[in-house]
């Protein structure tokens, strides 16, 4: 599908949500992704394409990604999207993906996100918001610095269990701070035996988590992931 790019917002230190306008109404479920393929001369060995969870929401007007742009050892592609000027258009791949939210609302929800994996529950929580919806939640957020918490206001907005965890808090910080590991999770968030724990972040972490839960004895029909390639783990 062509989307038309409208306007860029900054929602955390380096990170920045794009939103585009498409030609047409966009069916999707609120936690899916999208393939970009924007053309540019000359393209590194990474291409034209890229995969990106849509951070808006379906009750949104426009659609939108959330991605971070750092400024030494970004691609070609990257850059260029950091060009986009308003009234660029570009392709869109239709939304696809099963990242999203049960259909029964009874099902309690534990959300680990660690950096831009905070971006499907964004979609979600938007679109439970917007639609008038609560569901019992509890999110836990790593990110490297406070000032990479995206989406925050968002989160204290809707009635959930909200618990940041920053690697590297300032002098003086009195939340959660650290690594987030396994054993720390289940201190946080002890299992009920009832809960989906959805997992978002870079992939080498949902891996492990996948991982040393299941060890633990929590089914894999429980867990619902979803990963980030090519960052670091928290």
Known sequence: MKVVFDHAEEVAQSVKTLWFRPERPVRYIAGQFTEIHLPHEPADERGMRRWFTLSSSPTDPLISITTK????????????????????????????????????????????????????????????????????????YAAAQLDELAFTPLFERYPLTFTPIIKRPPEGYRGQS????????????????????YLSGPEAMTETFFRDLTARGISPDRLVTDYFPGYSSF
């Not at 696809?96 to 609302?105: A, I, R, S, W, Y």
């Not at 650290?178 to 054993?183: K, L, P, Y």
């Open 69 to 140: 742009f750092a400024t030494s050892r970004a691609s070609s592609f990257k850059r260029e999207l950091a060009r986009l000027k308003p009234g660029t258009t570009l392709h869109l791949a239709d939304p696809m993906g099963d990242f999203v939210l049960p259909k029964n609302p009874q099902i309690p929800l534990l959300f680990v996100a660690a950096g831009l994996g905070i971006t499907p529950v964004h979609s979600m929580i938007k679109w439970l918001l917007d639609s008038g919806e609560r569901r019992q939640i509890h999110l836990i």
């Open 178 to 197: 650290g690594s987030i590991t396994v054993e720390r999770l289940l201190d946080l968030a002890p299992d009920d035996g009832r809960s989906l724990i």
